[in-house]
């Protein structure tokens, strides 16, 4: 195992606790773990490298930007993503979002089926895609993170289980 897949781990793993526990994930973490992806691979393979860790970060940043955009998803998911994807690299940051989104798939059925909650996000799907269709894409604001009444789902916990895939079948 490389280095850079122990750090996305233990990033990773330290963004999934810190947000289970607080439902944030911090800029310390984030822009600390993406800054020092930057100096390990200038270091180790200088301007290559930078651009390499530089796509990284933002592939991860732009895959979940639309969400965050939205209303629904906190920055804090957006930026962890981007930090991992600079360890990563811009190849295995799509791999990683491609993961974490077959994860938090999974994981969101199961969360709501576990709060009785399925069938309201049905509704809520189809309410916004119906509020899409008519107004443009643009935040519906009954249906946003700040203003929904349904249970709060840990996204870190998908890009958690996104990480553990992405080192484990890349």
């Known amino acids: 195992m490389s280095l850079g897949h122990l750090a996305v781990l233990l990033i990773a793993g330290v963004g999934c606790a810190w947000d289970l526990r607080t439902r944030r994930i911090p800029n310390a973490l984030t822009f600390g773990a993406a800054a020092a992806a930057v100096v390990v691979a200038i270091v180790t393979r200088g301007a290559d490298g930078a651009a390499s860790s530089i796509s ?40 990683l979002a491609l993961y974490t989104g077959v994860a938090g798939g999974v994981i969101a059925l199961v969360w709501a089926l576990a709060h009785g909650y399925l069938g309201q996000a049905c509704r809520n799907l189809w309410t916004l895609f119906a509020y899409w269709r008519l107004a443009g894409v643009r935040p519906l604001a009954e249906l946003t993170l700040q203003t929904s009444a349904g249970p709060r789902l840990a996204y870190a916990t998908s890009i958690l289980a996104g990480t553990i895939l992405t080192v484990w079948l890349r």
């Open 56 to 95: 990284g970060w933002f592939i991860g940043v732009g895959v979940l930007f639309a969400a965050y955009a939205l209303g629904g998803m906190g920055a804090g998911d957006v930026k962890l993503l981007g930090a991992l994807g600079a360890w990563l690299g811009p190849t295995d940051a799509l791999w």
